[in-house]
């Protein structure tokens, strides 16, 4: 088989694993509250607003699964999704959100920092970053915090349908360009849309693998 068909080959298995059962577990507001750490997690990280709960309806290719909101502080809690019983993908609260209270904003940083800091089987965090703004000052803490803990994280760049090519092009690379030293990201950046479905065949390969979950 040649490589191009064994990555088509790889690309349809995460499409069936994707297409599997998925469901709603729960949604913690505290670390002592979190399901038990048995199965291999994947963690979406990014601003209020940044399509964290869009980009996993798209992965799973439903609407309504989590809910993709524009009242951004509705989304407080850490909500866990089961898929195919195998893996669970986790829905961090956003942060960077001005309208809640100060000290409620720090309290939801702070349990989504802890998650990210002390959670054993998380595979990988995912930190979504605007294709139209790229990094910002307010993404730099995030990933301070998980270099610090050597908690692997990859860029992902959501609403690529809303910049044209060109100029997704640039943001990728410059983005690469600005993680270069940063030592738990991974150093390829991937693009996007929840809305067209850009990126998502190639996103869901790689949480397969990270997972290393198997048909
Ligand atoms: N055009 C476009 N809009 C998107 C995309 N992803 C999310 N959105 C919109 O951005 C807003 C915030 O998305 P949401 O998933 O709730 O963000 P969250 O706060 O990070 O969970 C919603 O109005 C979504 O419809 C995308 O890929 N393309
Ligand atoms: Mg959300």
């Not at 601003?47 to 909101?69: E, M, P, T």
């Not at 150093?187 to 998502?200: C, D, H, K, N, Y």
């Amino acid at each position: 088989m040649s490589e191009e068909e064994q990555y088509a080959e790889a690309l349809e298995a995460a499409r069936v694993l994707f297409a599997r059962p998925v469901s709603f577990v729960m949604g913690a507001v505290s670390v002592a509250q979190l399901p038990p750490d048995e199965l291999p997690e994947v963690a979406f990280a990014g601003r209020s607003n940044v399509g964290k709960s869009s980009l996993i309806n798209a992965l799973v290719g439903q609407k309504y699964l989590a809910r993709a909101s524009n009242e951004p502080g509705r989304t407080r809690e850490l909500n866990f999704f089961l898929l195919n019983d195998a893996m669970h993908m986790v829905d961090l609260p956003g942060y960077g959100w001005a309208r809640a209270s100060k000290t409620t904003v720090k309290k939801f940083q702070n349990l989504g920092r802890d998650y990210l800091r002390g959670r054993p089987n998380l595979k990988r965090a995912y930190l979504l970053i605007d294709s139209r703004h790229g990094l910002k000052e307010v993404d730099n803490e995030p990933m301070d915090a998980l270099d610090k803990a050597a908690v692997s994280y990859q860029i992902v760049l959501t609403k690529a349908d809303k910049i044209k090519p060109a100029e997704l092009a640039k943001v990728i690379e410059a983005t690469q360009n600005a993680i270069k030293k940063r030592p738990a990201a991974h150093p390829v950046v991937l693009a996007t849309s929840s809305e067209t479905g850009f990126g998502i065949p190639e996103l869901r390969l790689e949480i397969m693998q990270t997972c290393e979950v198997s048909l």
